[in-house]
């Protein structure tokens, strides 16, 4: 006889679990996730949502460990739901903490990428409201850009690719045809036609630098290139799933495309930040 996983208790003949005992189960996991999901997108007491927590941890013969892992999964993926939209609300950023505290864990321990995403959803809703909180990106304040008076870092990127549009040229078609003596030092050319020219468009990677978004201007800086481009002569800002691109307000003007990795921060962001310069 075979004894249940989860109850303990014998579980019959070449069964491993009860039938009650895993359908209890199933549903304790599914009510500890609806709890931590709900703790950071609804308004719910913080102080007992730990002894709810183990009443259904309990209830669904989870396992002491195995409850932990699932919280802090879930967790983490409620800080994604709620930062999906690029901004994180003061409501939501005050439940994340008020989770954190009462489960005792500590938001400097969450992946890099959650943090991430926490302070971008934070940068982008000041910006939003007309606040421009400190760069948290430029370590010591530091960065290669001279800046203007009263001009402000607002977000720098690091190891940024940028791409221009290049167009090359060629000739095709062209022949310089044959030559005949006809008599001594005089010679008659026949064939000769100087063909066309084709013109091939691409955009390729120009170079890769730093990328700083302030409170008046775009600046990019690299070992070949260095950039600065005030928002009020930007004329198109397109967003991309990894970076944006511009075109500045120039006849000659060609895209200019910065690859960031995130796509729908930059945007948002220049896009806020242009507004508040115009």
């Not at 864990?105 to 926490?118: G, I, T, V």
């Not at 934070?122 to 960065?143: F, N, S, Y």
């Not at 895209?255 to 796509?263: D, K």
């Not at 930059?266 to 508040?276: E, F, G, H, P, Q």
């Amino acid at each position: 006889m075979a004894l249940c996983k989860y109850c303990g208790q014998d579980a019959g003949l070449l069964r491993l679990a009860h039938s009650e005992c895993h359908r209890s189960h199933e549903q304790g996991v599914t009510k500890v996730r609806q709890l931590v999901l709900s703790s950071v997108t609804e308004d719910r007491d913080p102080s007992r949502i730990r002894a709810e927590i183990e009443q259904a941890a309990r209830r669904g013969w989870i396992r002491y460990d195995d409850t932990q892992a699932l919280v802090l999964r879930t967790w983490h993926e409620a800080i994604d739901r709620v930062v999906q939209d690029g901004v994180l609300a003061s409501e939501e950023e005050q439940r994340i903490n008020a989770l954190s505290g009462a489960l005792g864990y500590d938001l400097a321990k969450l992946p890099e990428d959650a943090k991430l995403k926490l302070v971008m959803g934070r940068v982008l809703r000041e910006v939003m409201e007309g606040r421009i909180p400190p760069c948290p990106t430029a370590v010591d304040g530091a960065h290669p850009f001279n800046l203007q008076r009263s001009e402000q870092m607002v977000w720098l990127f690091r190891r940024v690719r940028y791409i221009e549009e290049k167009t090359r040229r060629r000739y095709v078609g062209g022949s310089s045809g044959m030559s005949f003596r006809v008599m001594k030092g005089v010679y008659y050319r026949v064939g000769q036609s100087r063909g066309r020219v084709e013109e091939h468009t691409s955009m390729e990677q120009a170079d890769v630098g730093l990328l700083g978004l302030t409170t008046k201007h775009l600046y990019f800086a690299g070992d070949r290139r260095s950039l600065r481009l005030p928002y009020s002569k930007l004329v198109t800002i397109r967003p991309y799933n990894n970076g944006i691109g511009v075109v500045r307000d120039t006849a000659t003007a060609r895209p200019q495309l910065f690859v960031t990795g995130n796509g729908w921060f930059v945007y948002n962001l220049t896009m806020n930040l242009s507004a508040m310069a115009n």
